[in-house]
């Protein structure tokens, strides 16, 4: 399958961008209105997130979001062939964001940087390792499949992101701590319950990995949120904002819910952009923690 696929997703990654969204608008009619892939997953999580909403607004914001789920799934096809000029003019680093991170760098002070399935995180990691002076590492799951896993790699790495897989976060990142690095944490995924830090997102409990928490504290490097809002189609702007500056000061849980409650406040403000189609709210609270 993979052998089949490949030259495909190739022959998708050099089509020329006005022609490559009209194949992203024929996948959207396709998933949305054929297949109806996980409608009754989005459309729960909406009503849950937003029970203020009338239904005509909820499926609003499901096309909305149908449309940029498309949108992004293709766009991490494009960072094969995609070039160095191309990548940086369609997701851009705000002045302010720059300026944030030449600080760090200017002081010598690698930093966790923490975001969620916001916008195109994907093409974040290559702007970052194309125009700022950190070397970055970015947390992830390996995929199962090698191949495509290697595939995965292939895209993530090309401008030079290092990536880490998340059982060795820490043991990697001490490794690198004679660096100047940055450490990007994806961290809205779904934790074991028992073993979360839970609070209310989203009008929901909703657990949370409070890894990239211990971590900070445990390193003591300055914690950045980093936002990547879509301006318009295919183009994004990478925004930034220090939580902490020294993380190894901070009690139990401030780090997880500082950047729980920046990430839902995005959400609120650009709802079509989040990652609504993934069952994040499958598990419920154990009773010893309420």
Not at 87 to 109: G, Q, V
Request: hydrophobic share 40%.
């Amino acid at each position: 399958m993979y052998y089949i696929l490949l030259p495909f997703i190739y022959l998708l990654s050099w089509i020329p961008f006005p022609l490559f969204y009209g194949v992203s608008d024929l996948m959207f009619v396709m998933i949305y209105y054929v297949f109806g892939y996980r409608k009754k997953v989005v459309g729960q999580n909406l009503r849950n997130a937003f029970p203020e909403r009338s239904e005509k607004e909820i499926r609003a914001i499901m096309r909305r979001f149908y449309r940029s789920f498309c949108d992004v799934l293709l766009e991490t096809f494009k960072t094969l062939t995609i070039s160095e000029r191309s990548a940086i003019k369609r997701c851009k680093l705000t002045p302010e964001a720059l300026l944030l991170f030449n600080r760090y760098a200017d002081e010598n002070k690698s930093i966790i940087i923490v975001m969620g399935h916001f916008g195109n995180w994907e093409w974040a990691g290559n702007t970052f390792s194309l125009q700022c002076r950190h070397h970055l590492y970015v947390v992830y799951h390996p995929l199962s499949n090698k191949h495509f896993n290697g595939l995965i790699y292939r895209m993530r790495t090309r401008f030079g992101t290092g990536l880490i897989a998340m059982k060795d976060t820490f043991r990697e990142m001490v490794q690198h701590k004679a660096e100047l690095d940055a450490t990007a944490f994806i961290a809205d995924q779904t934790p074991a319950p028992d073993s979360a830090f839970w609070l209310t997102f989203l009008n929901q409990d909703t657990p949370v990995f409070q890894g990239t928490e211990k971590i900070a504290r445990k390193m003591n490097y300055p914690v950045v949120y980093a936002r990547v809002e879509r301006v318009k189609r295919g183009y994004y702007e990478i925004s930034a904002e220090t939580l902490f500056d020294e993380p190894g000061r901070t009690t139990d849980g401030e780090i997880t819910a500082a950047h729980t409650r920046a990430l839902e406040k995005d959400i609120q403000r650009q709802p079509e952009s989040w990652l609504w189609s993934h069952r994040r709210w499958k598990h419920k609270r154990p009773e010893i923690t309420k």
